[in-house]
């Protein structure tokens, strides 16, 4: 019988606390440092949107939303310009109670703040776009003054992705 010898030397060795916040998304989005076998090309350009409908648990930060921090800060730790990052989050079903202000917010969760508000303006300031799935607002009775500021609101979830991807942007499944 053969034996089998795995080695694992090349493997990253990072623990918990080797993931850190920054440099575009400073309080969210941790990443680690990774040694790639081939960097990034510096011409690399990202147009990527993502998509939830879980919302986050009541008064805390939606990890779907920490995903697209993440996204940023891992991209420029690996050299990636920031002005060469395109994001979009597309938000249906639940979740999109986590894309309104504190008044609408706290009246469905016993007075709770939005804990997603500083992350997605930190978000929108770099760029990133947040659309809410109409159909899902009229269904959760959820109207434009009841929104954070700057999110847009599109027909549909799968309007929004569609227009999305006519424009060039690809959709991470993660």
């Given at each position: 019988?053969?034996?089998?010898?795995?080695?694992?030397?090349?493997?990253?060795?990072?623990?918990?606390?080797?993931?850190?916040?920054?440099?575009?998304?400073?309080?969210?989005?941790?990443?680690?440092?990774?040694?790639?076998?081939?960097?990034?090309?510096?011409?690399?350009?990202?147009?990527?949107?993502?998509d939830t409908?879980?919302?986050?648990?009541?008064?805390?930060?939606?990890?779907?939303?920490?995903?697209?921090?993440?996204?940023?800060?891992?991209?420029?730790?690996?050299?990636?310009?920031?002005?060469?990052?395109?994001?979009?989050?597309?938000?249906?079903?639940?979740?999109?109670?986590?894309?309104?202000?504190?008044?609408?917010?706290?009246?469905?969760?016993?007075?709770?703040?939005?804990?997603?508000?500083?992350?997605?303006?930190?978000?929108?300031?770099?760029?990133?776009?947040?659309?809410?799935?109409?159909?899902t607002a009229?269904?959760?009775?959820?109207?434009?003054?009841?929104?954070?500021?700057?999110?847009?609101?599109?027909?549909?979830?799968?309007?929004?992705?569609?227009?999305?991807?006519?424009?060039?942007?690809?959709?991470?499944?993660?």
């Amino acid at each position: 019988m053969g034996c089998l010898a795995i080695s694992v030397s090349s493997l990253a060795h990072a623990g918990e606390k080797d993931f850190k916040t920054g440099p575009v998304i400073l309080k969210y989005g941790k990443a680690a440092m990774v040694e790639l076998d081939e960097p990034l090309p510096k011409r690399s350009r990202f147009k990527v949107s993502f998509d939830t409908a879980e919302a986050g648990q009541t008064g805390e930060v939606n990890r779907k939303f920490d995903s697209l921090a993440r996204f940023l800060n891992m991209h420029a730790q690996a050299g990636t310009l920031p002005n060469r990052i395109d994001l979009a989050m597309v938000v249906h079903g639940p979740a999109a109670t986590d894309l309104t202000n504190n008044d609408y917010y706290g009246a469905k969760y016993d007075g709770a703040e939005n804990a997603n508000a500083p992350l997605i303006r930190a978000l929108m300031e770099n760029g990133t776009e947040f659309y809410i799935c109409g159909q899902t607002a009229a269904y959760r009775d959820i109207n434009q003054e009841d929104l954070l500021p700057e999110v847009k609101m599109s027909l549909s979830a799968m309007t929004a992705h569609a227009q999305l991807q006519q424009d060039g942007y690809t959709l991470n499944p993660f």
